[in-house]
């Protein structure tokens, strides 16, 4: 998992913590294991998963955020980025009026755009 890698890059965990989980979530999945329910390695996989989440978010290095409200920040990072976008453009579109630029051309997809070369 190479996220898990960034954590302890950054110092967060250590290795041994991690294989320390991975060793707990291997045992728990042992341990309810049925051989009705698959393959043990996809078995125990979510359970060794679960372990190092569980493990990240007791060091505070993860936190749950509730689905609406991560919607609902998705929402406000998109109009920040339509907002950038439109300020670009209108400083675009300023210079180009005031000929910043000078009188070199660019083309684009047919339309014609000022710009330097």
Not at 35 to 43: A, L
Not at 83 to 88: A, G, I, K, S, V
């Amino acid at each position: 998992m190479p996220h898990l890698e960034t954590h302890v890059s950054e110092g967060l965990l250590t290795r041994e913590e991690l294989y320390h989980q991975e060793d707990i979530g291997c045992i728990k999945a042992q341990k309810s294991y049925d051989p009705s329910k698959g393959r043990f390695v996809q078995y125990a996989f979510k359970f060794i998963k679960g372990e190092m989440i569980f493990l990240l978010r007791m060091k505070g290095a993860l936190i749950h955020v509730p689905h609406k409200k991560y919607q609902e920040m998705t929402y406000l990072h998109n109009e920040r980025e339509k907002d950038r976008l439109e300020e670009f453009s209108t400083m675009i579109e300023t210079a180009a009026a005031d000929d910043f630029w000078g009188d070199a051309v660019l083309t684009n997809g047919g339309g014609r755009f000022k710009g330097c070369l």
